[in-house]
Structures are given as C-alpha cells and as structure tokens.
C-alpha cells in the first residue's frame, strides 16, 4: 500500500517530464489557462504559495531597511529609450497601448517589463543631498513580457514578481547591497523553499540590459535543466547619467550615485514543483505549504470520529496550517488529491486510533506511516515537519550533486550529456564570448554562471585550449 | 504654543481645499507625480498605509472563506464585448495594447478596469456541479481607467484595490454575500479608518455596468463633498446567462448560477486625509499609521537622552509601530514633520523628563500634553491611541451629521447649500430618473444611494410631487 501509487492520471516524469509539470500545474489546481496566450490564471492553491513566499522574502526586505512602494505600471516610449543598452534588450518584448478609450494617445506606452526607467525618473525628483541615500525600495506587482512560448510559472506574458531598486552614494555600497540581495535570496531558497542553489556571476553576454554586472542564482532540476531562480544586478552610474540623476555629496561636490536592483518571481513556483515533485503530484516545502496537515477521518459515520478529528484540528491549527476533509468522498481518494497537493503531512483518524488515543501520521515524501500518540501530537507534527524538510532539501541536493560534472574539453562535455542527461558541467573558460558561443553551438549547453566558489579544474579553456582563470557553470537553462 | 501652526507651508483648508489636498499628499510623502499622466508615484509612507490596509481587510475577507487568486491583467476585447451593459459601461474608459514587440496583434487587449469577464471565463472552467459552489474570491492588483481629469488617491488611471469576485448557487446567497462585503467594509471603515459611513444602495441610474443592484457606502470628506468608499454588486444570472456558466443542482438540472462583486481602492487613502486631517497635515488612524509613536529627544547631545530615547524605543516597538528620530534636526523641525505625517502619538523625553523617570506625550489630533511615568508608558500609549481613534471618528461622525440636512423642495435644497455649503441631502424621491436628473440639473446634488436607514420625510417627490416612498441621500461627489 505505501508504494502503491494513487494517483493514475497524471504523466510519469521519467516518460514526460514537460507532460508531468503540466498535469501537476493543472490537477493541485494551481493554475488555469486563460483565453489571452500566455496569461495564466493563479487559482486559490497556487496564490496562497505566492503569498507565503512574499510573507517570508517580504520579512527579509524590511529587516535590512526596505521600503515597499508602488511605481505606475505604464512607461512612456521617450522614457523606456533613455537608458540605451536597456531599451535594446526590453523593447522587443513588451506590449505597446496605443489608445485609451476611443482616442490615439500621442505617445505610446509599454507595459512595464521592469521598472528601472520609473525609478530613476522618481529618483530624480526625491534624491538631492548626500542625506537622501540610500533609497532601499522594493515592490510587488506584475510585469509583461511578450515571450512567443509560454509554460505556466516558468515563462508567461504576465508574471508576478518583486523588483527591489536601490540607489547610493558609493558604489561599494550599491555592490555590497548587491551582493548582499543575492545572499537573501540564496537563504530564501534553502531555508523556505529547501532548493540547493548555486551562486555566481553572470558572463558578459548574459548580464540584464543596463547592467555593469549580474549576479544570479541557479538550481537544477529533476529533469537536469538549470533555472534561473533570482537574480541581482549592480549598474554602477550608468542609469544615474542616463537619467541625469545627480546628489551633492558631503564634500559639496555634485556626483552621480550607483544603483542595484533585484528580482524573483512566480518562477520560483514551478522551481519547486520541479525540485521536490514526484509521480503523484507536488510535494511542497513546509514553509510554503498552504496546508502543512490534512486531516482525513477514516471511518467518519462511526460515534465520535468526527468529533475527534475536529477537536484535533483545532488543537493543530494554533500551531500549523491545518484542514480537515469531512466531504462523502472515499478516505483513498482523499489520500490521492492531498498528495497530488503536496501536502506536506497527513493525519489518519478512525474508530481504533480513538481507543488508544493515538493517530497515524503519513510524510508525503518518503509515506513513512507514524503511530502518535496524542499527547505528543504537536511536537510530533513540529519533528515530522522540519524533518521533512531537510531530507526534501537533502535529496535536491543529492540531485544536483549527482548531476554536476567536471569536463576538460568540448568531446567530454558531449559524452558526459550523452551517458548522464542533463545537468551542469563545470569547465574552465578563457573570457570569451567566442568560446561560449562555440561551446552552445557545439554541445548544447550555455554559461549558466561563474560560480562564487571557484575550483581551479585546469589552466587552459574547455574551448579554446588557451589560459583560463575562470571555472563557469554550465547547463540548459529554462 | 499648543494652539501655534508649527507648519506654515501648506495651504489652509478654509481658503483652498483643493491644495490643501495636493499639499498633504505631497509634503507629507505619500505621492510623487510619474511622467506618466494620471499615474502616480505611491511612496513608501502612502504605501505602508495601504499595507496596513491591505492586511487588516484580507483578514476579514478570508474570515469569511475568500480566497485570493490572479487574474491576468488583460481581457481580449471579444471576452470584454460578452456582457452587454457591461461593455458599453467600461470600453469608453479602458487602454488597449495593440501591439506585442514590433507586432500587432490580431486582437486588442484592454488592460482590465476590473475583472468579470475574466472571472467568467475562468468560472465556466470550474464550476460544474453544486458541489464546486460557492466560489469566494478576492484579488489584489491594480486596474486602469482612462479617466479625463485625474487627483492624487481620488481617481488616477491607475489605481490599486482589491476586488472580489463570487458565484453561487441561489440568488439569496449571493445577495447575502453582496450585504455582508458591504457590512465588511462600513465595520472596516468604522472600526479600522475611523471614519462614519452611510450604507445604501445605488439607485438605478448610479448602478455598476451590469449589475442588477450596487450597494454602497459613503462617507462625508471635511468640505461637505460625498466621497464613495466602497461598492458591493449583485449580478443576478446575468453574466452566467451571457458566458454560459451553468451547473447541474441537487435536483441534476442544469441551472445558472449568481455573482457578484465588491471593491475598494487607494481611494481610501484619499478619504481618511479629508476625513481626519488639518491645517497642520495628516491625522492617522492609530490601526493604519505606519508610525504610531514617534520619539523626540531633547538636548540629545546631554548625556544619556539618546540612551534613555532608544531604550524606550525598544520597549514600545514590542507592542507599537514606533520610530526614533536622532537627525541633528531641531526638535521644531521634528515636531512639525511628524504632525505633517499624522503620527499619532509623539514622545518627547529630555534630561528633565529622565530625572522624573517621565516623558511626554503629545496626542496629533488634539495637541494635548500628558506627562507619563515611564513606569506605565505602555498602558498610557494603549490608551491614548484607543482615545485618539474614538475622538477621530466622533469628529468626523460629527461633521457628517452637521452637514446632513432635511428638505423638501427644490427651492429648500437650494437654500440648504446656499447657507451651508455641501453636504448630505435627504430627500425623498419617487424613483423615476427624470426627478434624479432634475434635482441634479436644478441644484447640483445627485443622487449618492437609497440608505438601508430609511426615514419617512414626507409623502412625496421632492422634485415632481407625486408619492414618493424612499428617502435619498444627495450630495456633490468626489
């Protein structure tokens, strides 16, 4: 019974995995298509992971000093085409409105994609004096990108997501705030999330339009396929001049200050459907889990099994989030659809359990039953939770450790794809962006990153043969 | 001094009240203007605000079972075209994208100026059998309207809100559900804003764009203007019946179901400055200020005033939202900046106030002193916000019935406002919309709703005579 596998309609991942995250998206009911192309629809289940992801990044914001704010959603083209390199990089993707009611507007506005541009205009009106720095801001909203192929959470037209955007006096400062963001997200990913994750630099060719330099962290996937998981940028001065944004530092002087921004969005959804997933469905973190137990009643028309399992209820939900299904529907189906949801724990109760004031808890990982007794039960739950936890983490981990290869030329890397799948090669690289092109064209995988911590794997370029000072990271990418 | 203006550059509100408004909102940080055009820069104090908002209404909405979702944020026009009076109402106001990058589209899209269509779609999804309703959803987001003259909070093309969205089996449930959002929000208001409002329904003229009724509440702005709080609509079948949403009832006959909706906005924001604020700038609601002790040091270059100061910072930040200002301002500066802000309680403590083991604190509505052993500083606080809250709302409740009067012909609601400037009319009405038009067209007023606390003034029409049974409230609105 505990190996037996409940639930029969959605896709193995090993036959499908594309096939598997979307039966998943779509059976724990977390998203709903919609009928504009690559919108999505977040229903209830799906939201509420959102909103405790935004409850516990929003939490590490505030605590180092960020205020939220909210800019206007509309950009205007003249404003959008200030900064050069970031209007190349946004301008073709994003969508244009050209009239409001029935009259042309004599500009063009685009649907923010991000909102560097925005920031910079209200910089200029708010940042004068020396005084005035930093601005550590931060908002939730949503942005629009017209991507041609879209999967739920991982690439929509619409996402949702948060955007911080600060600006200092220094630019050690803008780089430590940076550098800093990025740990919070790095925290964020294995505290709440228990997804491993790689942290590191972005090459040249694959930094955020405007930026002087991008730093991003990167998690592995079942599949073998790397996610982008957040990223965080650092513009040096470039926007400030751009924008003539200027401040009189304490010596008087009239300077351009440096800015940083960061962001994670609904991405990070289908990140951990695809870090923690099984063949039944979701398995989700505790921490953003919308329902940490279901309690399902066996038996539930015998005296008293009702009663009891309300009365658990409402002792467990002082502590965890907890709900109960008294619906007519079968305890194994109930089984199933709590474990395609992923809910993390599962509390059986019926006639005999009673008699001996015990119940049966069931992790959703590993289904390992528990006899508890009740009078142990808060602590039990606590144990089984934050244990669960960490094996979650523990075996994404595994995962990506397993998958992490170190090749020394171009013929290794095709045979190390060719006998393990997918998954990150480590390889020295000279600097150029021929190299990394070439090594893309030749074998299919492109630079993730520069790993922060770096191993010395030899002195000379996967590609070029030539001397390389630099290990990256690299994989295909979602 | 307690009756000295310590803040001179804002307008008075007897001599222009309109920028009297725009000084509040700009002087006291809550907005910045974007390039953007009738879009608006929500800084970080304007944004705690309606965080703070946001987190006591979600409370009450999931209270009652709703659950949060997203929606995306464009509605194909096809999909916006479904519901008849629905259309007609909105098209004139929305923005269209009509291209995607360099792309046109093959069909516009509206950004939503609110959500049914959307919900519709989604609904005709989900909702198969009784056992799938009700549905009880709520979404935060922001919506754009093309509005022609635009102010800060009070009406901007785009705004933030919240809007909820339901589907039920019966027409008496979803009635219900559309008197309780209703009741939800004039408690809120009462409760949480501190502001009195008078709960009614729309008249028919006045109603949401296919809906079959609108209740309302609405509240009286310091100048005698009505300002509309909240709305709450009952859809009938009327949308189910134009996207052909049907489910299968208990008796398996397939039947349409009932909605409705109900939102409030930034405009909140908006209501409670000119409910509560004065010549010196805001006053917050204790509940929603972002600061609710502010603490002063004096001569905080003695020894020990900084210490003392954040020592008690420490003890109040457990149970209070409290800030410490250490600038090398002047405490005159502090002072009046704070009062700008509308926080609620300032603390001032200085060598003196350390040797008596006291502080003062100073009320921002009233200016009253008080001089508080640091023994019961906490039970002081707790009271005087408590204080401070119910003496708001007894002001503005006040003003409301100082400026509602009684009349019974054209001729007297002209001398009504002729002698006492705006305000609520009552007024009773015969219920045709050639008598509604009329007043309006003779004296101004419209019609603000149809209270639920009718009052039997008369007989008859105030306008053509004839038997009349519903009492109006009338008035100029924001």
Not at 60 to 70: C, D, L, Q, T
Not at 196 to 221: H, N, Q, R, W
Not at 261 to 277: E, K, N, Y
Not at 324 to 331: A, C, M, N, T, V
């Amino acid at each position: 019974m505990a190996k037996e596998k409940l639930v029969q309609e959605i896709t193995n991942m090993e036959d499908d995995f594309a096939q598997w995250y979307t039966d998943v998206v779509l059976k724990a009911d977390l998203v709903d298509y919609s009928g504009v192309k690559g919108c999505m629809v977040i229903r209830p289940y799906g939201y509420a992971i959102w909103e405790l992801m935004q409850k516990e990044m929003d939490a590490r914001f505030k605590a180092y000093g960020h205020e939220n704010v909210y800019m206007p959603m509309f950009i205007p083209e003249s404003l959008l085409e200030k900064e050069k390199d970031h209007v190349e990089g946004f301008a073709p993707e994003v969508a244009w409105v050209t009239h409001g009611g029935s009259e042309p507007l004599t500009e063009r506005l685009c649907v923010r994609p991000t909102s560097e541009t925005l920031f910079c205009e209200h910089y200029k009106n708010i940042v004068q004096s020396w005084r005035d720095l930093p601005k550590l801001y931060n908002q939730w909203c949503s942005v629009v990108r017209w991507e041609k192929t879209t999967r739920p959470f991982l690439r929509t037209r619409e996402f949702l997501w948060q955007e911080g955007h600060t600006i200092h006096a220094t630019p050690e400062e803008a780089i430590e705030e940076t550098e800093q963001q990025l740990n919070v997200y790095a925290e964020f990913c294995q505290n709440v999330l228990n997804m491993p994750v790689v942290k590191g630099k972005k090459t040249e060719s694959d930094k955020f339009a405007g930026a002087e330099s991008t730093y991003c962290i990167e998690a592995l996937m079942h599949d073998g396929k790397a996610l982008q998981a957040g990223t965080s940028h650092y513009f040096g001065d470039g926007f400030a001049r751009a924008f003539d944004i200027k401040f009189t530092d304490k010596d008087n002087k009239l300077t351009y200050p440096f800015q940083t921004s960061w962001g994670t969005t609904t991405r990070l959804i289908g990140a951990i459907i695809m870090s923690h997933g099984d063949n039944n469905g979701l398995v989700l973190p505790p921490k953003v889990a919308p329902i940490q137990v279901i309690i399902i009643p066996i038996a539930s028309h015998k005296e008293g099994v009702v009663e009891k399992a309300t009365e658990i209820k409402e002792r467990l939900e002082k502590k965890f989030r907890t709900k109960i299904d008294l619906s007519d529907k079968q305890p194994g189906w109930k089984f199933a659809e709590y474990e395609m949801k992923g809910v993390p724990l599962r509390l059986e109760i019926g006639p005999k359990d009673i008699e001996k004031n015990q119940c049966v808890l069931v992790r959703r990982d590993t289904r390992e039953k528990y006899f508890v007794s009740l009078d142990e039960l808060e602590t039990k739950v606590a144990e089984l939770l934050e244990d669960l936890a960490k094996s979650i983490y523990n075996k994404a981990l595994e995962n990506m450790e397993q998958h992490t290869h170190a090749c020394t030329s171009i013929d290794e890397i095709k045979a190390c794809i060719e006998k393990n799948g997918d998954g990150f090669i480590k390889a020295m690289w000279c600097g150029d962006e021929a190299c990394e092109d070439k090594v893309k064209e030749l074998t299919g995988v492109g630079s993730r990153c520069i790993p922060f911590d770096q191993e010395k794997l030899s002195d000379t370029c996967v590609c070029c043969g030539k001397k390389a000072d630099k290990m990256l990271y690299w994989g295909v990418a979602y």
